[in-house]
């Protein structure tokens, strides 16, 4: 940060936040000042927002974020309950591992191999150990968080880079189950497989669940393995059932199936953005709120559109009985 008027309006905006603690460093260079500020994470997103503004117009200037493993003395609790809403993780710390987790890689393809030929077999032999150790290894949370965050901050490349990764996930997992259908003799008297050609209302009780737990684990960082798993639960083993329903020429369950792993990625997202707009998961600039209110509204007509439409035709053609 260089010296000089901006400088003075930051240092305003930083002594004038509930900050813990900062101190001002000087630096070899006669240009350039370090400013160093401990915060809660609930009173940084803030400061950090103000801190846009106020050098918005700036060249020379950066905010690193970083955590503080421990302190001693131990850091005091926020006491403004008002301020506290849980939301421990900072925007910009969500848009990072969303980038991150929402691209398409070699070890990407592997997990999803993986926990597909894994589900598939546990599938098949009415395993439902194996079956949860295929959710367990799946990489699906990243991507639909991904997709649920750039719809709260209007992010067009972030939306399309977690479509592609989740379509690609879940069209592989539909593809690797047909293949790995031909190396295995069809049990259609297990269980695990003949429960995913059965579609409810149940199913989407069990979707709107599962995004609204992931969504308070991302802004949270509580139980992020676990909500992962009940994620898993709902997409994965109901794509690898669709794909081993093809193989042996059951269209109709395969159908089911297929419907079933759709209702759940709507439901998961359709809470998911909800519970992110309430939480105001929000772009920082005025000009993007439009954008992003708008993305908000059409993504949660649009799924809720489907899911009403969905949770018809479960309904009226009694998908939930026995094929």
């Known amino acids: 940060m260089t010296v000089g008027e901006p400088f003075d309006l930051a240092m305003k905006a930083i002594k004038n936040a509930p900050v ?6 000087e630096t070899r260079q006669e240009d350039r000042i370090i400013a160093t500020v401990f915060a809660h994470n609930g009173d940084s997103q803030l400061l950090i927002d103000n801190l846009q503004t106020i050098l918005r117009d700036e060249r020379d200037w950066r905010v690193i974020l970083s955590d503080v493993i421990a302190s001693t003395p131990a ?3 926020r006491t ?7 939301d421990d993780v900072l925007r910009e710390q969500l848009y990072k591992d969303a980038q991150a987790e929402s691209r398409i890689s070699g070890d990407y393809f592997l997990l999803i191999a ?10 098949n032999s009415d395993s439902a150990a194996a ?16 997709l649920v965050l750039g719809t709260a901050l209007g992010d067009d490349r972030l939306i399309v880079r977690a479509f592609v990764c989740i379509a690609v996930g879940l069209v592989l997992c539909l593809g690797l189950s047909f293949v790995a259908a031909q190396f295995l003799s069809i049990n259609m008297d297990s269980h695990e497989l ?7 209302l149940d199913g989407i009780a069990l979707a709107i669940a599962a995004g609204v737990a992931a969504a308070v684990s991302r802004l949270t960082g509580i139980g992020a393995g676990l909500v992962g798993v009940m994620v898993a639960a709902a997409l994965l083993p109901s794509g690898a059932a669709a794909g081993l329903f093809a193989a042996v020429d059951r269209w109709d369950l395969a159908a089911r199936a297929a419907l079933l792993m759709l209702l759940n990625v709507f439901g998961l997202l359709l809470s998911a ?12 600039r005025d000009f993007q709120q439009h954008t992003a209110r708008r993305a908000v509204w059409v993504s949660a007509v649009g799924l809720g559109i489907l899911i009403l439409g969905a949770s018809w035709l479960i309904v009226y053609l009694d998908l939930g009985g026995a094929a």
């Open 114 to 123: 993986l926990s597909t030929i894994v589900a598939a077999i546990g599938l």
């Open 194 to 200: 003949t429960q995913r050609g059965r579609v409810g």
């Open 80 to 86: 403004d309950a008002s301020l506290d809403r849980g």
């Open 75 to 77: 850091l005091p609790d």
């Open 20 to 25: 813990l603690d900062y101190y001002v460093q």
């Open 273 to 284: 953005v909800i519970v992110f707009r309430a939480r105001k998961i929000t772009p920082h």
């Open 131 to 146: 079956v949860i150790g295929s959710m367990v290894i799946a990489p699906l949370l990243g991507p639909v968080m991904g």
